[in-house]
């Protein structure tokens, strides 16, 4: 009520100085007509108070009816709707209460509409997953192709250098052979001769002395002169006590032969002669010699290929394919 009363005073008073303004107005404008209205005016101040006692009493009035009738309007409805809510809870109690046989198939209804919402929301979700477990499926194949055949691809690079490995492999020994069969070849007029006394600083020229007066006096039928003889010297290092090998290259391969034919007639002598032997053929040659006394009774050498003869007096020519299981043998 406090809040509706001072609106009311607010509008008094501005409704005053309003009456008051226009009564200065009139009585400066016309002092007769002052004069001639003080009835009019009485009637009219009159009326001014009785609109004012109107107008302070009014406002009032008027929010009070409002807010009756509003009162009564809430408790009506609210009225309206307990009486709407005891009528729902009587008929679900009766409902309820009465085991009613429309509830049951209501519920059924409802439970059959839920399971097919269900089953639906759970048809479209493993749909959804198929579909994504096809696509990664397929992902999956694709990369598993791209394996194999990567795999196919890198199993035949490995059998191509493989096989790559081989033939290098074999043209390798292939030239090794050759090579080796070169440089035995170019020695196929020499000879080495081993036992010759040795002296430091020996020169060509004596080391051709030497051979010429050994091979000589061991050897009077092969009548071997200077001229036989293209060039002769010594191999490796002096050293006091040893005597160093004299390699010897022949004018022509018959002398040679024939010296080699001769030789046996050194047995028992501190001389020895041999072919001069590529450094491969040497080492074999020892390894066949050494390595394996229990299979081998003797092994020699023939216009540089290497031979051995077993205990059952079968001759066998080691090919260069053997070299390297002999070779590979360790030493006794």
């Given amino acids: 009520m406090a809040?509706?009363?001072?609106?009311?005073?607010?509008?008094?008073s501005t409704e005053i100085e309003d009456a008051n303004k226009k009564r200065k107005a009139a009585s400066v404008s016309s002092v007769s007509e002052a004069?001639?209205?003080?009835?009019?005016?009485?009637?009219?101040?009159?009326?001014?108070?009785?609109?004012?006692?109107?107008?302070?009493?009014?406002?009032?009035k008027e929010v009070k009816d409002t807010s009756e009738q509003s009162d009564?309007?809430?408790?009506?409805?609210?009225?309206?709707?307990?009486?709407?809510?005891?009528?729902?809870?009587?008929?679900?109690?009766?409902m309820l209460t009465k085991?009613?046989?429309?509830?049951?198939?209501?519920?059924?209804?409802?439970?059959?509409?839920?399971?097919?919402?269900?089953?639906?929301?759970?048809?479209?979700?493993?749909?959804?997953?198929?579909?994504?477990?096809?696509?990664?499926?397929?992902?999956?194949?694709?990369?598993?192709?791209?394996?194999?055949?990567?795999?196919?691809?890198?199993?035949n690079e490995k059998e191509e250098k493989q096989q790559l490995k081989m033939e290098m492999t074999k043209q390798q020994s292939i030239h090794d052979e050759k090579l080796n069969e070169l440089?035995?070849?170019?020695?196929?007029?020499?000879?080495?001769?081993?036992?010759c006394v040795d002296k430091e600083r020996e020169t060509a020229e004596e080391s051709v002395n030497i051979v010429l007066k050994t091979l000589n006096a061991k050897m009077p039928t092969i009548k071997l002169v200077k001229e036989d003889i293209d060039i002769a010297?010594?191999?490796?290092?002096?050293?006091?006590?040893?005597?160093?090998?004299?390699?010897?290259?022949?004018?022509?391969?018959?002398?040679?032969?024939?010296i080699m034919r001769e030789k046996k007639n050194l047995k028992g002598e501190k001389l020895y002669i041999n072919e001069d032997l590529t450094r491969l053929n040497q080492e074999v040659f020892r390894s066949v010699r050494l390595?394996?006394?229990?299979?081998?009774?003797?092994?020699?050498?023939?216009?540089?290929?290497i031979k051995y003869r077993d205990y059952h007096d079968h001759v066998h020519t080691l090919h260069f394919s053997n070299f390297k299981y002999w070779l590979e043998l360790p030493w006794p």
């Fill in 291 to 305: 390595k394996r006394k229990d299979l081998i009774q003797s092994t020699l050498t023939n216009e540089g290929s």
């Fill in 99 to 155: 085991n009613d046989s429309g509830l049951k198939i209501m519920m059924r209804e409802l439970i059959k509409e839920m399971k097919d919402e269900l089953l639906k929301s759970v048809m479209h979700k493993i749909e959804t997953l198929e579909g994504t477990i096809f696509e990664k499926q397929q992902v999956n194949d694709k990369l598993a192709n791209d394996v194999k055949r990567l795999e196919e691809k890198l199993n």
């Fill in 233 to 258: 010297h010594r191999v490796g290092k002096f050293e006091q006590n040893k005597h160093r090998q004299i390699i010897v290259k022949l004018q022509s391969r018959m002398k040679k032969t024939q």
């Fill in 3 to 12: 809040n509706v009363e001072q609106p009311v005073n607010q509008l008094d």
């Fill in 72 to 94: 009564t309007e809430v408790e009506d409805e609210s009225n309206w709707m307990r009486k709407e809510l005891a009528e729902i809870n009587k008929k679900l109690s009766n």
């Fill in 35 to 60: 004069d001639t209205s003080v009835v009019v005016g009485e009637t009219k101040q009159k009326n001014s108070k009785q609109r004012r006692k109107k107008s302070k009493i009014n406002p009032v």
């Fill in 183 to 195: 440089k035995q070849y170019s020695r196929r007029n020499n000879i080495r001769l081993s036992g």
